[in-house]
């Protein structure tokens, strides 16, 4: 049995052969060691300047985002308005989803131990789940709050328009400058991801707001508040429920989307010596950080050169053939009849 672990260099350089009861041992020089555990990828240095430079972001945001959260909450008390209390408790899942990722920005420039062979990686989409879940309760509960106020189960109405439209274009800038801030990393990692979009619903939460004090200062319809206040629970329950989804794919380590495991085993079977492959297993550890594993069984006799060519092979392919490029590989070359039967060297 040959085992070999392949990373984003695209070559295998083997550092040392050894012979264990006959089976042949191969170990992979360009996986270095960090603090006892193998040198990971996506912790390279410029990911930990992209993880500053996200750390930064998040943090002026969440600054900000606190001080409009008080004023809102302060606004939606005065006035009484549905939709400013929404908005202030979409403002209150920001402000801890903003800071649940700043600290996991702050983390993931941590490098991997022996305890931690992925380091905080993984931490991102525990965040973005966690903000999406409470995101979806909020969205719920001011649809039912809306839909009570609408058809008169409730008699709150909003009051005072023009501080309404204070706070809400207060808000509406303050969610603007947060956006801008955050868009340029939106598309790096599920983190990110996560704040851009609670900040993007807070715009829009805010126009609502602002347009809700528009209507009522010249219709005098106090009910629109409440509608404004529908609205924004409709634009943030189908966004919480996409990033739900997408945290818990990663965290059930689901098949990475786009890469084909049927495919993937078709062109491993066509390299050369490869008879077949089995215990074939992709997942996604964090964002841009899909692995696979592989049992790959060999043509008997083969030579150390000819087996290090398959490995090469093997990881350019994953590298290269498919929508999603892995470039963290792991294969077990295993010659033509051996077998996993031989418990007497098993843990020794």
């Known amino acids: 049995m040959l085992y070999a672990e392949a990373t984003g260099s695209g070559q295998c350089a083997f550092s040392g052969v050894v012979d264990i009861f006959g089976v042949v041992v191969m170990t992979d020089s360009s996986d270095q060691a960090v603090d006892g555990a193998p040198h990971r990828p996506f912790q390279e240095e410029d990911e930990i300047n992209a993880a500053r430079g996200y750390q930064t972001r998040l943090g002026v945001a969440l600054a900000q985002t606190l001080l409009v959260l008080v004023a809102e909450v302060i606004g939606s008390v005065v ?47 525990i965040t973005a789940g966690l903000g ?112 739900m989804r997408d945290a818990l794919k990663v965290l059930l380590e689901e098949t990475p989307e786009d890469l084909d495991l049927d495919e993937v085993r078709r062109h491993i079977e066509k390299v050369d010596h490869v008879v077949s492959v089995h215990d074939l297993h992709a997942s996604t550890v964090a964002t841009g950080t899909p692995t696979l594993s592989a049992h790959v069984v060999v043509e008997k006799g083969l030579s150390e050169s000819q087996d290090a060519e398959i490995l090469r092979s093997l990881h350019t392919c994953l590298v290269e053939h498919f929508p999603v490029s892995v470039s963290h590989t792991t294969f077990q070359l295993e010659p033509e009849g051996y077998s996993r039967s031989t418990k007497e060297y098993a843990h020794r």
């Open 132 to 243: 999406a879940f409470v995101l979806m309760v909020v969205g719920i509960y001011a649809f039912i709050e809306a839909m009570m106020r609408l058809f008169g189960f409730s008699q709150s109405e909003a009051h005072s328009d023009g501080l309404l439209f204070g706070f809400g274009l207060l808000g509406l800038f303050s969610n603007l400058v947060s956006a801008v801030l955050l868009s340029r990393g939106k598309n790096d990692n599920l983190n990110m991801k996560a704040a851009f979009l609670e900040t993007v619903n807070d715009t829009l939460g805010s126009l609502a707001v602002v347009a809700s004090a528009v209507v009522m200062m010249t219709t005098g319809w106090g009910r629109f508040d409440a509608l404004a206040g529908a609205v924004i629970a409709v634009m943030m329950i189908p966004r919480a429920f996409v990033l």
């Open 79 to 125: 006035t009484g308005s549905l939709a400013l209390l929404v908005d202030s408790g979409h403002m209150l899942t920001d402000v801890a989803v903003l800071a649940a990722s700043t600290v996991t920005a702050f983390l993931r420039r941590r490098k991997p131990d022996k305890r931690l062979t992925w380091g905080y990686a993984r931490l991102e989409v």
